[in-house]
């Protein structure tokens, strides 16, 4: 996941949120996005939009929110700041 803010450790809302899968029988890699404007429940919050679940619990709010409203479970994530391009270039 994306995130809005230059670190990666301040609170921040999640603006991509894009799934990577593995489909072991066509050995092709999938990649699905959400979009951060969909209005979703959060669980344990309400209904908001789907990149509000990360200012109120963090990437794992994120993962618990696309699993409860989509039905996909998600073992990992990856949090991305602004700050993290450079390390990724690098």
Known sequence: MGIDTL???DSSRSDAM???SLDLKHNEIKLSSFLRDSYVYI????NAKLNAACVYGGPQLVC???EYNFGIRIDDYAKVGYDMFIKIID
């Not at 669980?43 to 309400?46: E, L």
């Open 64 to 66: 618990d929110t696309i």
């Open 7 to 9: 670190n990666t450790e």
């Open 43 to 46: 669980p344990g919050i309400g």
């Open 18 to 20: 894009i799934l990577m």
